[in-house]
Every structure is written in C-alpha cells, then in structure tokens.
C-alpha cells in the first residue's frame, strides 16, 4: 500500500516568552522566491569576444564592444579562431556609404604596376603624347600633343619596331 506523503502545512508551531504560537511558512517560500532569477556564480564574458568584457548578473546588460576605425572584423590566422579587427589598407580599398570597394583612381590614369617588383596595383599616369578615352575606355596615340612625336613619326616608330630595324 503507497504512503501518503508529507505535505507541508501553511503554518507552524514556534515558541517565544510567551508560549507557543503560529507562524506561517511562507516567509520561507518568500525568501525563496527572491533568489529567483539570480544565478549562484556571475558567468564572464571572454575579453576577445565580439562582446563588451563584463560579468552576467541579475540586472546586468550585453553590449557589442567597439571596433576600431577603418577595419573590419574577420580572421587572418591560418586556424579557427575568435574574430578580431582587420586594419584595412586604404590604399587599394575604401569605404563606400557602408560598403568596402575599390579605392577610387584619379582622373586620366591607368591601373598597373610601374614597378620592378610585384606590387598592388596602381594609377598610372596617360602620358601627353597618349589619349585615354573615357567613352570607348581605349588608349590612343595623339599627333603631337607636346610628347614631341607626331602622327607620322609614331608611324615611322611604329614600323621601326615591328620590323625590328
């Protein structure tokens, strides 16, 4: 046959100077209940993650931690790991109204490398004696143009070099 459990009755018998009297048990529930929502250890938040570095506690507030200017957050190592800011090089791309891009070329260049050695591309200067034009996007000789060569003598070059004289 089951037992009838032992269920807790709203009140209690304490002592005083006065003899015995009633109490109820739920100061005891009440003091439970304030316990309610709290946790026993704080949880700390990692100092490289994207969050602000802080404990988690009754009342507390998360927050995303700032990046530096200028980078974006990603990870360069060469194994999984935590984001961190990436410097970007302003050089070669920009910030265009929230979206990274191509930094823009001056007018009248070409991108190249100029260079002896392996480098980022970079705006070369059109020359006088070369018209570059935006329309077609095609390089063109011009006759003179205070380069000093001519139509005729580009042609001359021209044909010097091609017949390897």
Known sequence: MAQTPNIITPKEVALDSKGAFQRTWYRFFDSLSSLSG???????????????????????????????????????????????????DLSSLSFQNGTLAAVSLPAQTLA???????????????????????????????????????GAGLALIETVAFWGM
């Open 38 to 88: 709290k946790l026993a250890k704080p949880i700390t938040v990692a100092g490289g993650s994207i969050l602000t570095t802080g404990a988690l506690d009754s009342g507390s507030t998360l927050s995303i931690a700032n990046s530096p200017p200028k980078t974006l957050l990603g990870n360069s190592q060469t194994t999984e790991a935590q984001p961190t800011p990436q410097t970007v």
């Open 112 to 150: 190249g490398n100029a260079s002896l050695g392996s480098a980022p591309a970079g705006a070369i200067n059109v020359g006088p004696g070369l018209v570059l034009d935006s329309t077609t996007r095609t390089l063109s000789a011009s006759g003179g143009g205070g380069g000093g060569t001519s």
